[in-house]
């Protein structure tokens, strides 16, 4: 019931966070409390993105000149209009305020070698964003659970990456038709 001296001093909880398994009985130590205890050996509890796989930096893509038919030049003209950052920042305060949902999402779709991830990564690069790409064949399981659990934890891993970033990141799923 956090009635306990460690509870009130939140150095613990019961609390179960997003992205923790723990059992009805077990208490978990708060950042405070781990702070406190491991200082000196430094411990760092900020998300490092290299504990999650399909980290693609921006700086790291290398520029492709891509061909596109009038139609879908001028689509993918507008999303990259809509990633410049102030652009973005005034679209989601526009979308805040009347109760949306700050995000959006693009479907690309075509036939195998079309380009579609090689645009995404071309949007990233000339945006300045980093992609998280997430392979949806990695994720699948036959275990009940386990993979809604496993697309919880992409999604928590995406937000606490984003909230570290200078630039919100894109988080890719290729080959999405897959779920």
């Known amino acids: 019931d956090e009635s306990h001296i460690l509870a009130k001093d939140g150095l613990i909880t019961t609390e179960v966070q997003e992205n923790i398994l723990v059992s009805q009985n077990d208490l978990i130590l708060t950042d405070k409390a781990i702070k406190l205890l491991l200082k000196e050996y430094d411990f760092k509890l900020k998300f490092n993105s ?43 305060t526009q979308l805040s305020s009347k ?5 959006f999402t693009c479907l690309f779709y075509g036939t195998p070698g079309t380009g579609k991830t090689e645009t995404v990564m071309q949007l990233a690069r000339e945006t300045g964003r980093d992609i998280m ?15 809604e659990r496993k ?16 630039t919100t990141p894109i988080l890719l799923f290729n080959e999405a038709d897959a779920i």
């Open 50 to 92: 290299t504990d999650i796989k399909g980290i693609i930096k921006n700086n790291s893509i290398i520029a492709k000149t891509l061909s596109f038919n009038q139609e879908n030049q001028e689509s993918i003209d507008r999303l990259k209009n809509l990633l410049d950052e102030t652009k973005l920042a005034t679209i989601r």
């Open 151 to 166: 697309i919880k934890k992409i999604f928590s891993d995406y937000k606490e990456y984003a909230n570290q970033s200078h």
């Open 133 to 147: 790409q997430v392979d949806i064949s990695s994720i699948r399981t036959k275990w009940y659970g386990e993979t």
């Open 99 to 103: 109760g949306w949902c700050t995000g």
